[in-house]
């Protein structure tokens, strides 16, 4: 049987934590309701849970990926701070991972001694900002969970690049979105309980169906309609050099959790094809933005590049065409002088060029020169519109 | 008379025409954003000869330039980054707004430019504020969940400036934390190509019961609106009030900025507001396109009452009509951006603070023809008005 190499799960139970043992799992992430956005876990039952885990040898992660105003802060932080006291007593091989301005909190406030793995998943796509939580943690960090936005390019070029244990998500859901409003709630009266409510929402205008949405005493938080996998890159992933590799199943029952990890290994180990397991998986999967990420390559659409100003030969808009008498032009930029040569660009691309041959001011003068600020009138040129820019010709 | 202290008021500019109406209509301060960077992909926004021009035209009125190089930044965009900030430098501008660490970095590296954080980065509490300043920032815009009082706490225990959203748009989620755009539009709404899901009409039921589905805008915020509470700001000492809206109209920004600045301007003098003066104020709010408006967390955590549930049509009693080209004893010469009658009441929101009520007499082209109505886009010149000025916005009841 293939084991996942070094793989990081939650688990939230004592038989959680000895199946993904027994499967090789390398380090085990602890959810709790006080922490973490996904938590269900008590302190109490997570501290039972985490001196378990420390008994039989094993690293245990506590996470913190809630963000805090500051009385919840200051309220959470105590609360905190008196458990790790107490857990550190007895357990040796304890880590935090924690948002980054979290980690200052603990590093400088609380205890300099317990490593940090850090979560960069939301933002951080770049080199300089890693490197700069890299510099300012130093030594406490033992490790750090790159965005799952990044393209195999990308995770090369970091491997190569940060001298740091990275970790990925490997197989389980993204998450697109968190508020700390409650919004399932005022929907309805029939509420779960512990404050956990769990629907599937459908958008009606755009064609996405099933995004999963929870509401629980941190606010709302909605995943994507499919789920990331990177099962049939593992090989990749391991040549890359990735350390670490996150399968969250947690959603799932812990029948069906363990079914599917099973099935996971069977397709590393080759025992299941690919296109089976993601034929019979109970949600769509996709490799998400692994293979290129071009998320800015629209941008370009949301613009008309015909109405962008050149900072070189803008020098005002038409603002009336008044067929077929006149062009009414503001002047923004330098000056317009009879017989100068400029072209006009319409919003859809079209470049008429003309020389002046006359220029009216709003007093129906006619004037040789206009600056900046000025209302002129220009002889008509067909095609032209409103919004046009005008240009000078060099 | 000693004057009372009042916080800054910033407006947003989404090019430079708004700039200089959001500087001439009052604003303390204006925050901007150049052809990259920032968060508005689809605004105007400033060539850097456009920057250079706003900068001088803001600083020659006392009133500073933010501009925004907030979005989360991959790595091709630093190609550029350093010729931007240097030329952001060059020109003066009086902060750069950021939320990348790694962007802090390069600033600092490249310019000497004061740092704001942006609202992107979440900064929710007071440890949150220290790291930032330890990072060099000198002000942090916190995230729309927090409160008045707790912002003043911020400000205190991070010892650092902090700058509280006062009016406009929210994001649902936390800033930062939404990238429903990239999953589904395939832009990333964290580098400016955010597609506004959370306005959307969403079905919700049951995994388990699909068929009890209630069909809602549930993640639909209403606007912010924090008027009422000014005289918390100020007590609270919160260093700068923000007006969100670098995508908004000419006549929203114009608008909110005189709203904001009248009611500051009181405030330097009055203890408070003033039961009429504020009635007034607010009904000015209303004349501008907006969703429904809340405290959102200004005082307690946003609830239900904070969402905003109708489908995302800003409902206006107000339209702007266009703004005045020349004024002078003749004639005002009108840009039109809505249709409007000969006999119709206009109203000319004047830079001076007054609003003059305009009654349209006589209507003419260029030609000195009489016309009965105009279009969008084309010139009006309309009967002259004393106390109209260049640049003044014109409005008028929507029928």
Sequence with gaps: MTFIKKCTVAVSSQTEFLFYQQKGGHSFIIRTALLSRMGKMTVAQADELIKFISSHGEMVIIEWDILMEQVSFEQASARFSEWLNDLQKSSTQLEMRVQELLAMYLRKNNDPHIKIQLNLETGHRNLPSIKKHICYLGEQLSRIMLSFELSKDKLQLYRRELKVPLEILFHGRIPLFYSPRKLLSPLDTNQEQDNWIERDGESEESPHKGFPIIENRHGTFMFNVKELSLVDVYSELSDIGIDYLRVDLNSFEEGEQFKWFEQIELVLDSSVDFTQFKREYPAEIIRGFYSVNKSSVLFEKLKNKFLQHDDETYIGDVIEVSKPRHIAVQIKRGQLLIGSEIFYMTPEGKRIEVIITSILNSQRDNIDVATKGDIVFLPYKKSLSAKSTVNQSY | MTKLWVPELLSPAGNLEKLKIAVNYGANAVYVGGQKFGLRSAADNFTMKELEEGVEYAHTRECKVFVVLNSFLHDEDFLELADFITNLDRIKVDAVIVSDIGVIQWVQEYSSIEIHLSTQASCLNAQSAKFWKEQGVSRVVLGREVSIADAAKIRQEGNIEVELFVHGSMCIAYSGNCIISNF????????????????????????????????????????????????????????????????????????????????????????????????????????????????????????????????????????????????????????????????????????????????????????????????????????????????????????
């Design chain 2, 184 to 399: 589904t539009q395939g832009r990333d709404s964290n580098r400016g190509g955010c597609a506004h899901s959370c306005r959307f009409e969403y079905s919700i039921a049951p995994k388990a019961d699909p068929n009890k589905r209630i069909t809602n805008f549930f993640m639909s915020s209403k606007d912010l609106n924090g008027l009422s509470l000014l005289e918390s700001y100020r007590d609270n000492h919160i260093d700068s009030i923000k007006i969100e809206g670098r995508m908004k109209s000419n006549l929203h920004v114009a608008t909110l900025t005189q709203v904001y600045a009248k009611a500051l301007a009181h405030l330097q003098i009055e203890q408070s507001l003033g039961e009429t003066n504020r009635d007034n104020l607010l009904s000015e709010c209303e004349k501008i396109g907006h969703r429904a408006y809340t405290t959102a967390s200004l005082i307690s955590p946003a609830d239900a009452s904070s969402i905003y549930d109708e489908r995302d049509g800003e409902e206006q009693s107000f339209q702007l009509v266009g703004n005045i080209l020349e004024s002078n004893e003749n004639f005002l010469l009108v840009e039109v951006k809505s249709p409007f009658y000969i006999g119709g009441e206009l109203e000319i929101l004047s830079q001076d603070g007054i609003v003059r009520t305009h009654m349209v007499r006589s209507l003419q082209n260029f030609y000195q023809e009489n016309i009965e109505k105009t279009r969008p886009g084309s010139l009006a010149f309309l009967n002259p008005l004393e106390g109209a000025c260049k640049a003044d916005i014109v409005r008028q009841r929507v029928l």
